[in-house]
């Protein structure tokens, strides 16, 4: 089964600084990836998603990811932190069997941006 | 275009009752996706159903069961809950059961088990 990692419960930075919060797979064939993010007592909503073409895919509200195939990495970056951008963020990854079709879900990550 | 909605938003029961939670999807999509989150972790898959059917399910017990009707909208079901059932349920949908694309949340259902 595919399966990803998010190695840090926590990323403090300041704002303004770059930010990068970090997500390993395990997939079997090709990787569909993806980043949500969820503010508190909310649902969670989809940032980007990787399934094919150029490693550095761009999403919503300036953030980005870099997918490294020989590092089996899909790490989400932002060029310079905002306050608001604190929040949990998840990687997800599509796991696809023969009858089966789900995005599962890492632990996610706990994003504190420090005015 | 409304968007992902569920119901109730927040509830309270006590162990071995049963609770029924509600989706609607977003305009336009016909699959329908469960997801518990306990407290500090992430989604976990419970099932998902498309075309009235549970196409897939994830590692939860027979206590958990679902349906989805002709308009696409879904229920939860949890029988004879436990303490550890307590968490926030989500709701997603899509657009076919093929998962190429986003899922669209909804905002939860926070279940709490006395």
């Not at chain 1, 195939?69 to 069997?97: E, I, N, W």
């Amino acid at each position: 089964a595919q399966s990803v990692a998010q190695p840090e419960d926590q990323v403090n930075v300041a704002e303004g600084n770059p930010l990068t919060v970090k997500c390993t797979y395990s997939v079997s064939g090709n990787p569909y990836l993806f980043w949500y993010v969820q503010y508190p007592n909310r649902g969670l909503q989809f940032l980007l998603k990787y399934i094919t073409g150029d490693n550095l895919v761009k999403g919503s509200y300036g953030f980005e990811a870099e997918f490294n195939k020989s590092q089996t990495s899909f790490h989400l970056k932002k060029p310079s932190a905002l306050v608001s951008d604190s929040a949990l963020y998840f990687c997800a990854v599509r796991d696809r069997g023969n009858r089966d079709d789900k995005i599962i879900f890492g632990k996610g990550t706990r994003l504190h941006i420090l005015p | 275009d409304a968007g992902v909605t569920q119901s109730p938003t927040h509830l309270i029961k006590t162990r071995g009752q049963q609770v029924t939670l509600r989706c609607s999807p977003k305009s336009g999509h016909d699959t329908v996706s469960w997801y518990q989150q306990a407290l500090g972790q992430g989604p976990q898959f419970i099932f998902q159903y498309y075309e009235e059917e549970e196409r897939q399910r994830g590692n939860f017990p027979d206590r958990f069961s679902g349906h989805q009707f002709p308009n696409y909208s879904s229920e939860l079901n949890v029988n004879a809950l436990l303490l550890g059932d307590s968490a926030l349920y989500l709701c997603a949908s899509s657009s076919g059961w093929l998962l190429t694309g986003e899922l669209f949340f909804g905002e939860g259902s926070r279940l709490t088990v006395l």
